[in-house]
């Protein structure tokens, strides 16, 4: 079984900052992409921020210039650094890896169960 763990969710005032973390355990052969979504009341899950275990990285529009993904391969985490917090950004903060977990597997998504974000005005 793999786990994915996130934590550092919280409240925070507009224009602050929060850096969640979200690690990976169980079973892994292979993490390929790990990536950070969000989900806010009423609206579909977006994707946010994405890195690859090469060290790649991408952003939605609205993450470019605030947030920042990075990640620790030996201990299977991605972080993100969320800075310049709007209300907009008020979401659920769910962590993805697409892993395998055997060789010869084929890839599969994990998620984490989530974490609170909440920006005030």
């Known amino acids: 079984q793999v786990q994915l763990v996130e934590s550092g969710g919280g409240l925070v005032q507009t224009g602050g900052s929060l850096r969640l973390s979200c690690a990976a355990s169980?079973?892994?052969?292979?993490?390929?992409?790990m990536a950070w979504y969000r989900q806010a009341s009423g609206k579909q899950r977006e994707l946010v921020a994405t890195m690859t275990s090469g060290g790649s990285t991408d952003y939605a529009d609205s993450a470019k210039g605030r947030f920042t993904i990075s990640g620790d391969n030996a201990k299977n985490t991605v972080y993100l650094q969320m800075n310049s917090l709007e209300p907009e950004d008020t979401a659920v903060y769910y962590c993805n890896a697409r892993l395998q977990t055997k060789i010869m597997v084929p890839p599969r998504d994990v998620w984490g169960q989530g974490t609170q974000v909440t920006v005030s005005s």
């Open positions: 169980g079973t892994i052969f292979r993490i390929n992409v």
